[in-house]
């Protein structure tokens, strides 16, 4: 099994910026893609952006050039640096780890956007 555990959404005014963070524990050997995901007023929950063990990225159209997502497989953790923060952007973010062709998903924190 694969815990995550996430940390740093808040309450943010329009233009600002968060840094969100997601360490796994337990088996974390072997652990291949990590993600961010959002759920967010009247939507499913939606990818953000992903990386690869190796370091390639994909992001959502409507975050390309303000989200930075990166990792470090040494500590096991997943970040997501987020700038120019939108009121749209206002959900509840989840971290995913895939292990074994398994997702195990982090509990997911609340970001707020202001206008």
């Known amino acids: 099994q694969v815990q995550l555990a996430e940390s740093g959404g808040g309450l943010v005014q329009a233009g600002g910026s968060l840094r969100l963070s997601c360490a796994a524990s337990?088996?974390?050997?072997?652990?291949?893609?990590m993600g961010w995901y959002r759920e967010t007023e009247g939507k499913q929950r939606e990818l953000v952006a992903r990386i690869s063990r190796p370091g390639a990225t994909t992001y959502a159209d409507a975050v390309q050039g303000r989200f930075t997502i990166s990792r470090d497989n040494a500590k096991i953790t997943v970040s997501l640096q987020m700038n120019n923060l939108k009121p749209e952007d206002t959900g509840v973010y989840y971290c995913k780890m895939q292990r074994n062709g398994r997702d195990y998903w982090g509990q997911g924190t609340q970001v707020t956007v202001s206008s």
């Open positions: 337990g088996l974390t050997s072997s652990i291949s893609d």
